[in-house]
């Protein structure tokens, strides 16, 4: 059965295309594609990406877990709100999941996993969780919104208690901080600067329409692709998954491979025989996945390919 968040009925009163996305009804658009990619690139766009799924673990022993479990470092978070882009992977190197990692408190951190792979992931971290004595609870009381673009994060101050607002505005980029019931975080999905804030479902479409009021204008998954691809940014399930390592993705920076680090799935981190590529089609046309491609790094597929909106023109990340 497809499943709805709290938004979906709000979507619909907006007149959104809605299309199954890894068993989720989502909006794929609200009208032109092409204007709500333009609409974050130039002013400040929403997305409904409560479909992601926001795992706590809390514990004495929280951080030794995520030490064995990231292919990042978690010991570079040190201040609360703190956040880090890692790979999770399994013993095969494979990558299980991408994810962000929020540093609360010494014994509290936060997940933000993909919704495709919420089964998976919530497996693999319970299982490996048990052996730390750490508390793994998956909080479906909270929705999301990621708020985007160059005036994203004043639309969404002007929505904020004035008692929190200084905070939020104070907030460094892939950083977070709660104000009120809202967890707000300087991250995002589209190469641009905004926030993506969980809000208590129960106050999630209060939350969506009052930004609509503030002058953000609702985006679907189709402007969240083109403006990912844009940026370079790889999508788990085409770009990566667990049959691909993260030094062939293009991800070699989220991994830290310091001597004395020991995390799952390093032993089988050869060097890679693949690299991740750029490529820009010069002629008419639109670049899709799976065509293939003959570079000076050799011959390889396209795994993510679309017309580009602020190019003009069609672009692919290959491998």
């Given at each position: 059965?497809?499943?709805?968040?709290?938004?979906?009925?709000?979507?619909?009163?907006?007149?959104?295309?809605?299309?199954?996305?890894?068993?989720?009804?989502?909006?794929?658009?609200?009208?032109?594609?092409?204007?709500?990619?333009?609409?974050?690139?130039?002013?400040?766009?929403?997305?409904?990406?409560?479909?992601?799924?926001?795992?706590?673990?809390?514990?004495?022993?929280?951080?030794?877990?995520?030490?064995?479990?990231?292919?990042?470092?978690?010991?570079?978070?040190?201040?609360?709100?703190?956040?880090?882009?890692?790979?999770?992977?399994?013993?095969?190197?494979?990558?299980v999941d991408d994810l962000i990692v929020?540093?609360?408190?010494?014994?509290?951190?936060?997940?933000?996993?993909?919704?495709?792979?919420?089964?998976?992931?919530?497996?693999?971290?319970?299982?490996?969780?048990?052996?730390?004595?750490?508390?793994?609870?998956?909080?479906?009381?909270?929705?999301?919104?990621?708020?985007?673009?160059?005036?994203?994060?004043?639309?969404?101050?002007?929505?904020?208690?004035?008692?929190?607002?200084?905070?939020?505005?104070?907030?460094?980029?892939?950083?977070?901080?709660?104000?009120?019931?809202?967890?707000?975080?300087?991250?995002?999905?589209?190469?641009?600067?905004?926030?993506?804030?969980?809000?208590?479902?129960?106050?999630?479409?209060?939350f969506w329409n009052g930004l609509v009021?503030?002058?953000?204008?609702?985006?679907?998954?189709?402007?969240?692709?083109?403006?990912?691809?844009?940026?370079?940014?790889?999508?788990?399930?085409?770009?990566?998954?667990?049959?691909?390592?993260?030094?062939?993705?293009?991800?070699?920076?989220?991994?830290?491979?310091?001597?004395?680090?020991?995390?799952?799935?390093?032993?089988?981190?050869?060097?890679?025989?693949?690299?991740?590529?750029?490529?820009?089609?010069?002629?008419?046309?639109?670049?899709?996945?799976?065509?293939?491609?003959?570079?000076?790094?050799?011959?390889?597929?396209?795994?993510?390919?679309?017309?580009?909106?602020?190019?003009?023109?069609?672009?692919?990340?290959?491998?």
């Amino acid at each position: 059965m497809t499943r709805q968040t709290v938004l979906n009925e709000a979507h619909r009163a907006l007149g959104a295309r809605m299309v199954d996305f890894g068993g989720w009804d989502m909006p794929i658009n609200y009208g032109s594609q092409i204007e709500e990619h333009h609409q974050v690139r130039r002013d400040a766009g929403m997305f409904d990406v409560s479909h992601m799924t926001v795992v706590d673990l809390r514990g004495d022993h929280a951080r030794a877990l995520l030490r064995r479990l990231m292919a990042n470092n978690v010991d570079k978070l040190r201040n609360p709100g703190k956040a880090l882009y890692t790979c999770m992977l399994d013993r095969a190197g494979g990558v299980v999941d991408d994810l962000i990692v929020y540093f609360r408190e010494e014994n509290f951190f936060r997940l933000v996993v993909n919704a495709a792979t919420r089964d998976k992931d919530l497996a693999w971290i319970e299982g490996e969780a048990r052996a730390f004595g750490v508390s793994v609870a998956e909080r479906r009381d909270m929705a999301m919104i990621a708020v985007q673009g160059p005036n994203a994060r004043a639309r969404v101050h002007g929505l904020l208690h004035a008692a929190d607002r200084a905070q939020v505005e104070a907030l460094e980029k892939f950083s977070g901080c709660e104000a009120g019931a809202l967890f707000v975080a300087r991250t995002g999905y589209t190469g641009e600067d905004g926030y993506e804030v969980m809000v208590p479902v129960h106050q999630a479409v209060a939350f969506w329409n009052g930004l609509v009021e503030a002058g953000v204008k609702p985006c679907g998954l189709g402007a969240r692709d083109t403006l990912r691809l844009e940026a370079g940014m790889s999508l788990y399930g085409q770009d990566m998954d667990d049959t691909t390592r993260p030094l062939e993705s293009g991800l070699a920076w989220t991994v830290d491979m310091r001597p004395g680090r020991d995390f799952v799935g390093r032993g089988a981190l050869a060097a890679p025989r693949r690299a991740q590529i750029g490529v820009l089609l010069l002629d008419q046309g639109v670049l899709r996945s799976h065509q293939p491609v003959h570079a000076p790094q050799g011959a390889g597929m396209t795994t993510s390919g679309s017309f580009a909106p602020t190019l003009g023109r069609s672009i692919a990340l290959a491998r």
